[in-house]
């Protein structure tokens, strides 16, 4: 699969970004979320960080699915998300292509 990077800006709260791809001729708009996700949010005792983005992404929002952890730094995680009906949409033109 191939990849496109765009950098965001990071802070507090969601960063909802769309993107329209073609691909063979075909248009598609893509959803995707960016979320700081704080190691103090985490609100139960944790054995490690990944207890903690398990615990945190359990409660997400079930129209998104998970796409991409971020590196994480002292205080956060970034996490992309995207739409669940355009991950369904995006593997199949992957497939096509």
Same mark, same amino acid.
């Given at each position: ?14 960063? =909802? ?45 079930? =129209? ?9 730094? =002292? ?23």
């Amino acid at each position: 699969m191939a990849y496109i990077a765009i950098p965001i800006p990071s802070g507090r709260g969601k960063q =909802d970004i769309e993107i329209e791809v073609t691909i063979n001729g075909q248009k598609q708009a893509i959803h995707y979320r960016v979320e700081l996700f704080y190691w103090e949010d985490c609100g139960v005792p944790v054995i490690d960080r990944a207890e903690c983005i398990r615990h945190m992404l359990s409660k997400y929002d079930k =129209d998104w699915t998970l796409y991409y952890i971020g590196s994480p730094t =002292d205080e956060f995680v970034p996490i992309t998300f995207v739409k669940r009906e355009d991950m369904v949409i995006q593997r199949q033109l992957f497939v096509e292509a």
